[in-house]
């Protein structure tokens, strides 16, 4: 049974990710998933009270336990920072654990009830795992919301411009979109993602990490 608390925005960012006929993640380019994670978890923690941005710093308003052992241990680890760093440095750190991040926030869906974990096998040999929806509701209701916003000329909950953000910033908006109705709405997309800061950042942080792959071929450090 699926749990009555709201899901995290991290969470459901997670479910827009996923492809719907296959359970898998969609493909993207390099980073920007684990970027987005990472700064999903950074305005969970802003919606949630527990830190704050400025133009230059991030820094932590109370290190009270959210109930959320994913963020939990996020917190821990910006409170026990001994200088305030950006939120753009934020994304950098908390990105190069971005895979376990994701399967722990995949397993935390599925102990919900609104992911089933499946394993596959891949030519018969190689184990896979695929998370198709339980229901499905919750997907649909995330995405309904989304396009209800963009198609309308309100000014958004600061939690959906965040999650706008995090879509336009991964290219995961463009995959949601026929082409024709992705430029019909790709002025108002612009416009809910300036909304916030730290979506401005993650665009900026994963336009950065997009010239570091054309240019130097490395991996982030």
């Known amino acids: 049974m699926t749990s009555p608390t709201p899901l995290s925005l991290t969470e459901e960012l997670l479910l827009v990710a996923l492809d719907d006929d296959t359970g898998r993640l969609i493909e993207l380019l390099p980073f920007s998933l684990e970027t987005a994670i990472a700064a999903a978890l950074v305005m969970d923690l802003t919606l949630a009270g527990r830190i ?18 994913i963020l939990d241990d996020v917190l821990a680890r910006i409170t026990a920072e001994p200088q305030p760093l950006s939120s753009a440095e934020w994304l950098r750190r908390l990105a190069v654990p971005g895979p376990e991040l ?57 939690r959906d411009a965040m999650l706008v953000g995090l879509l336009r910033a991964t290219g995961i908006m463009e995959r949601l979109l026929i082409e024709s109705e992705y430029q019909r709405l790709r002025a108002r997309i612009d416009q809910v993602s300036a909304l916030e800061e730290v979506s401005r950042a993650l665009t900026q942080e994963v336009a950065e990490l997009y010239v570091l792959l054309a240019s130097a071929r490395v991996p982030m450090a």
């Open 52 to 69: 704050d941005t400025d133009p230059a710093h991030l820094f932590v308003l109370s290190a009270a336990p959210t109930g959320n052992a």
């Open 102 to 158: 994701r399967d722990r926030i995949l397993a935390r869906l599925v102990e919900r009830g609104v992911l089933q974990s499946v394993e596959k096998r891949l030519l018969w040999v190689f184990k896979t795992r695929v998370y198709p929806p339980t229901s499905g509701l919750e997907e649909r209701e995330v995405k309904s919301r989304v396009m209800t916003l963009l198609n309308s000329d309100e000014i958004p909950e600061t």
